[in-house]
């Protein structure tokens, strides 16, 4: 299962969710495993199967209204209410001011301890996306990832096949690199997988005969993109080396592939001499979104085949 730490989640969301660290710095290398963001206002009075280790704890306008009407020693009981399981970070919204025992109590069980000047339900919103996307079930996949036609195309088949040369070709018609070789694959919800390209790959693209190339330097910051949703898998293959049976002329079985559990509609496209397959990719992109508007050649074909047989046999 995918993770991050609390360094890290405090390192890249400090800046947009005006994160402040003001207690329990002891504790960053802890885990979070789940994308899910709680407000903890029944453990504040003793509920404390409402209280979720690993979690996001998010105290806003009504938990710190609570507390502070609180005395001392009720203060002192609901915060070691809160802090009973293993918290993963607390953050403290609206800019309200942190009462001396939750500052104590971080530092204590040295849990990460946030302030932030944001509402509560805004910050909850925006921690729970990034959440999502920091926390998602991932696997790295080979081949080349392109977005055609607003697409995400997954480019796969053998070494040397031609993979890296039709995304050139392809980025040389304006449409964008992702991501080359290795493509890093997250589910971010039930039905969508997305691909991102690891840090150390990112705008490169591995030419056959020219090496590496920059493609953001080559054809400018528009050719290139970090991430996109995969729609679509271009499977090329060689001809000759293709079964006569799997050479469907009418292609009436569409083929899928399985990634993340995510099924992903697939293509399968022969190489052989003169083929242009830039453009087979743009058509196969194409024909993919008139087949997801219910516009399906196949089937047209067939039935017009059905009706002009059933006009002649009324005809005799």
């Given at each position: 299962m995918?993770?991050?730490?609390v360094?890290d989640l405090y390192k890249?969301?400090?800046s947009?969710l005006?994160?402040?660290?003001v207690?329990?710095?002891?504790?960053?290398?802890?885990?979070?495993?789940?994308?899910?963001v709680?407000?903890?206002?029944?453990a504040?009075i003793?509920h404390?199967?409402?209280v979720?280790?690993?979690r996001?704890?998010?105290?806003g306008?009504?938990?710190m209204?609570?507390?502070n009407?609180l005395?001392?020693l009720?203060?002192q009981?609901?915060v070691a209410?809160?802090?009973?399981?293993?918290?993963?970070v607390v953050?403290v919204?609206n800019g309200?001011?942190v009462?001396?025992a939750?500052?104590e109590?971080a530092?204590?069980q040295?849990?990460?301890?946030?302030?932030s000047?944001?509402?509560?339900p805004?910050?909850?919103?925006?921690?729970?996306?990034?959440?999502?996307?920091a926390?998602?079930?991932?696997?790295s996949?080979?081949?080349?990832?392109i977005e055609?036609?607003g697409?995400?195309v997954?480019?796969k088949?053998?070494a040397?096949i031609g993979k890296?040369?039709l995304a050139?070709?392809?980025i040389?018609r304006g449409?964008?690199?992702?991501?080359?070789?290795?493509?890093d694959?997250?589910?971010?919800?039930p039905?969508r997988?997305e691909?991102r390209?690891?840090?150390?790959?990112?705008?490169?693209?591995?030419?056959?005969?020219?090496g590496?190339?920059?493609i953001?330097?080559?054809?400018?910051?528009?050719?290139?993109?970090?991430?996109k949703?995969?729609?679509?898998?271009i499977q090329l293959?060689?001809?000759?080396?293709?079964?006569?049976m799997?050479?469907d002329r009418?292609?009436?079985n569409?083929?899928?592939?399985r990634?993340?559990?995510?099924?992903i509609?697939?293509v399968?496209?022969?190489i052989?001499?003169?083929?242009?397959?830039a453009?087979?990719?743009e058509?196969?992109?194409?024909?993919h979104?008139?087949?997801l508007?219910?516009?399906n050649?196949?089937k047209?074909?067939t039935q017009r085949?059905?009706?002009?047989?059933?006009?002649?046999?009324?005809?005799?």
């Amino acid at each position: 299962m995918a993770h991050i730490s609390v360094a890290d989640l405090y390192k890249q969301i400090r800046s947009k969710l005006k994160l402040k660290w003001v207690a329990g710095q002891a504790g960053g290398s802890k885990v979070l495993t789940s994308g899910t963001v709680t407000k903890p206002s029944l453990a504040l009075i003793g509920h404390l199967n409402y209280v979720h280790p690993n979690r996001v704890q998010v105290l806003g306008c009504a938990e710190m209204d609570y507390l502070n009407q609180l005395s001392i020693l009720a203060l002192q009981q609901a915060v070691a209410n809160l802090f009973s399981t293993d918290l993963a970070v607390v953050i403290v919204a609206n800019g309200e001011k942190v009462p001396p025992a939750l500052l104590e109590m971080a530092e204590k069980q040295q849990t990460p301890l946030f302030t932030s000047p944001m509402m509560s339900p805004q910050l909850m919103e925006l921690l729970s996306h990034y959440l999502a996307i920091a926390t998602a079930e991932s696997v790295s996949l080979h081949g080349v990832f392109i977005e055609v036609q607003g697409f995400g195309v997954l480019i796969k088949g053998s070494a040397a096949i031609g993979k890296s040369e039709l995304a050139l070709e392809l980025i040389s018609r304006g449409h964008r690199l992702v991501a080359d070789d290795i493509v890093d694959f997250y589910r971010i919800s039930p039905e969508r997988v997305e691909g991102r390209c690891p840090e150390l790959l990112q705008d490169f693209l591995e030419v056959r005969g020219l090496g590496i190339l920059n493609i953001r330097a080559l054809f400018g910051d528009n050719a290139v993109k970090p991430t996109k949703p995969l729609d679509l898998i271009i499977q090329l293959a060689l001809a000759d080396e293709m079964q006569p049976m799997a050479l469907d002329r009418l292609n009436a079985n569409r083929q899928t592939e399985r990634v993340l559990d995510v099924e992903i509609h697939k293509v399968v496209i022969p190489i052989a001499a003169g083929r242009n397959i830039a453009v087979l990719v743009e058509v196969a992109v194409r024909n993919h979104m008139l087949l997801l508007r219910g516009v399906n050649a196949t089937k047209q074909l067939t039935q017009r085949q059905k009706q002009l047989m059933l006009r002649e046999s009324k005809q005799r």
